[in-house]
């Protein structure tokens, strides 16, 4: 099986961080709260973290701050909204920097930030099957009400995902794309079925999908890369245990040690 290309990959996020002029830095431009947090989780996951400078990326997440709202926007003078919101409050979890929030302010949001705010986040980038499944598991999973799912029958419809090269799709009759790897099996980890699906099988695919020697995942194998798919697709990695990745907790959508230590304080 192909190996993760950890350090290209890293290599990868952090230029694109920086390429502010690149065609991907102008496409992501009204959404780049939202690439940070794809780029510096998956640098976490892969212990990397320390490869940015701190400081400097609380002080942009800050300068994109609307505190009349207590809203983020999606780059510096773009208007609040909740899913930009979600990001920042990530971002600022990974970097342990919560204490520089008005959490009073962010407060109203911070309620609803494991159910609304992720509802809209992952309604807005795709309106598909997988992730309206995945909104509803970690809704359900976060307020303690996974009782109300029947999981054999979620876990066979999700099961039915993977497709014959092994990567996963988001409804019948689509084709494979790494970005499902997440949404399916976070999913299927919440209703506790991940071991229905043939993870070697997933991890080849996802594995396949690398552009090794420039850095990046794509959807699918020989497309290009770009900075969600590679997020996915090491999340992806992480929820399998794939060695050398930090584990990442099915919900949250963050690293499992960030998670612990944001509710270890509580
Ligand atoms: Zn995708």
Redesign the pocket.
């Known amino acids: 099986m192909a190996e993760l290309a950890a350090d290209q990959h890293v290599r990868y996020i952090v230029t694109v961080e920086k390429k502010k002029d690149s065609f991907e830095s102008l496409v992501m431009e009204h959404i780049r709260l939202n690439g940070a947090y794809w780029g510096l989780t998956t640098l976490d996951l892969l212990h990397k973290l320390h490869a940015v400078d701190a400081a400097e990326v609380v002080d942009w997440i800050m300068s994109c701050y609307h505190p009349e709202s207590g809203g983020f926007g999606g780059n510096v003078g773009h208007d609040p909204h909740v899913l930009y919101t979600l990001s920042a409050v990530q971002v600022l979890c990974l970097f342990d920097r919560l204490d520089v929030l008005d959490i009073d302010k962010v407060a109203d949001c911070q309620m609803l930030l494991d159910c609304k705010m992720r509802m809209d986040h992952f309604l807005v980038i795709s309106g598909v099957k997988s992730t309206l499944v995945f909104c509803c598991v970690g809704a359900l999973a976060i307020t303690g009400s996974l009782h109300h799912i029947d999981r054999d029958l979620l876990g066979w419809w999700l099961c039915e995902r993977q497709c014959k090269d092994g990567g996963l799709n988001g409804r019948p009759e689509k084709l494979a ?4 790897s997440w949404w399916v099996l976070s999913s299927l980890i919440m209703i506790d079925r991940v071991h229905w699906i043939d993870k070697e099988k997933l991890a080849k695919f996802i594995l396949n999908c690398q552009d090794k020697e420039n850095g990046g995942i794509s ?1 699918r194998p020989d497309n290009a890369v770009d900075i ?2 590679t997020y ?1 697709g090491v999340a992806g990695l992480s929820l399998m245990e794939y060695p050398g990745v930090k584990p990442m907790d099915p919900a949250y959508a963050l690293p499992l040690d960030v998670v612990n230590r944001i509710f270890l304080r509580k």
Do not use: I, Q, S, W
């Open positions: 794309d790494v970005c499902y959807d969600y798919h996915f």
